[in-house]
């Protein structure tokens, strides 16, 4: 996506009425630049009302994302990143997988309002509105080898559900490997990619899609039910600061996770399981489903289903998992196929 329109957001953020006159001229483009600009926005799925005289608003106001917001609520730990922010790019991951390959340092975070290909676990597609939702990728470098990276989703997971309760989100849970979910439906999405020697040393890209202000036209795009934080907790939110909370809870996470593995996040994973105890089905990539009850996770990562009295692992990127039970909800939203 181009560069007006992000500037044409940025005027619009406020949620008052600005004119397209008072927008060329601030922004130094033509009026018929402008809307150019605005019928871009809208196609990418932002509501813009339109009075004649008055100029373009949103429905409400939006918090842009900014830098300087974003070290402001990092406080002491906005050091330990390297924050790149952009308007619009294919997919943070992506873009972040390559800069990893050609050395980009560790703590890297990739930060973007928009993305024409965000991805899903399993090749799905991650739809999120321009200002209703977060998406980054942060790089980090391991001694270890991918092998021992297993459950870095499930740590991240972990992450962020500690962020969102920060933010007074009561209820949020974990789907395994990569969702967090709230009244049974998907509040963000984890998108784990890594490369490296067996033994070391390796390197992961953690993306995160968060939902944090949903708009008709995503629910419409996903066709699942979706959550927003907004909703979660009954209030505005300002995404730099969700950003920073969720940055700072996934720094102390994955500390821990390079020093020690899974096992010490283990039991708080458990704790904020949404199926623990519960029939799952789980579906393999040869289209075998496998129905049993839901008891948690090993220490690493893997997923444990009893059936018949034997209990089975799953691991993840094999397998998709679906509660069976009805009022479960949830599922992939964001991410369909
Ligand atoms: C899933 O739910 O299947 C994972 C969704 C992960 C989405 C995030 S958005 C930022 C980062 N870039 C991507 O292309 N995907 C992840």
């Avoid at 939006?62 to 924050?83: N, Q, T």
């Avoid at 704790?271 to 519960?278: G, L, M």
Wanted: net charge positive.
């Amino acid at each position: 996506m181009a560069v007006l329109p992000f500037v044409v957001l940025r005027m619009l953020a406020d949620g008052r009425f600005h004119s397209g006159e008072a927008i060329a001229r601030s922004a130094g483009m033509s009026r018929g630049s402008v809307w150019l600009a605005v019928r871009e926005l809208e196609r990418a799925g932002v509501d813009i009302y339109k009075v004649r005289g008055r100029g373009y608003r949103l429905p409400q106001p939006v918090s842009v994302l900014e830098r300087d917001a974003i070290m402001h609520h990092l406080g002491c730990a906005a050091p330990l990143f390297k924050l790149e922010l952009t308007d619009s790019v294919d997919s943070t991951n992506t873009l972040l997988m390559r800069r990893a390959s050609a050395g980009a340092a560790h703590g890297t975070v990739l930060v973007a309002e928009h993305q024409s290909g965000g991805r899903g676990r399993m090749g799905r597609v991650w739809h999120a509105g321009i200002g209703g939702g977060l998406m980054f990728s942060l790089l980090w470098r391991f001694e270890q080898g991918a092998g021992a990276l297993a459950g870095l989703s499930l740590a991240t997971g972990v992450a962020l559900a500690r962020a969102f309760e920060q933010l007074d989100v009561a209820g949020a849970a974990l789907k395994w490997p990569n969702d967090v979910i709230w009244k049974g439906a998907k509040l963000a999405g984890i998108l784990i990619e890594m490369q490296g020697d067996a033994l070391g040393p390796s390197f992961a890209v953690i993306g995160v899609g968060v939902n944090v202000r949903l708009t008709e036209s995503v629910r419409t795009q996903v066709g699942q039910p979706i959550a927003d934080l907004e909703t979660a907790c009954g209030r505005t939110l300002d995404r730099n600061q969700v950003l920073a909370r969720v940055l700072s809870a996934l720094h102390g996470v994955v500390e821990v996770f390079s020093r020690a593995g899974f096992a010490p996040l283990r039991e708080e994973w458990q704790r904020r399981h949404a199926h623990q105890d519960r029939i799952v089905t789980v579906g393999l990539p040869d289209g075998t489903v496998h129905r049993g009850i839901a008891r948690g996770v090993a220490e690493d990562g893997a997923l444990l289903v009893e059936a018949h009295r034997e209990t089975r692992r799953y691991h993840a990127g094999e397998v998709s998992l679906r509660p069976s039970e009805p009022a479960m909800g949830g599922g992939n939203a964001n991410s369909g196929d």
